[in-house]
C-alpha cells in the first residue's frame, strides 16, 4: 500500500475534511484502518474511488477521511 496524496482538509483546499489517498488492495485498507483506529485517529469514513481516463476506469485508490480534531 502506497499514499498517492494527503490533504489537511478545510476552506480553502481540495477536501471538506482531513483525507489520504492510498493504493493498495481491501486488505491492505483494513490495516490501515486498524492502525488508524489504535492510534486513536478520528477516522470519519472510508471510500474506493474510481477515476475515468480516455472513457475508461483506472485502478481504483482507496480514500480514508478524518473528522477535525475537537
Not at 494527503?6 to 492502525?35: R, W
Not at 477516522?43 to 480534531?69: A, C, D
Request: net charge negative; aromatic share 12%.
Amino acid at each position: 500500500m502506497g499514499t498517492i496524496q494527503s490533504c489537511q482538509g478545510g476552506k480553502g483546499h481540495s477536501y471538506e475534511y482531513p483525507t489520504v489517498d492510498f493504493l493498495g488492495n481491501g486488505a491492505e485498507m483494513f490495516l490501515a484502518l486498524s492502525i488508524a483506529i489504535n492510534h486513536e485517529l478520528p477516522v470519519r469514513q472510508i471510500s474506493q474511488v474510481w477515476t475515468i481516463e480516455n472513457k475508461r476506469m483506472i485502478e481504483p485508490i482507496w480514500r480514508m477521511e478524518f473528522h477535525f480534531p475537537k
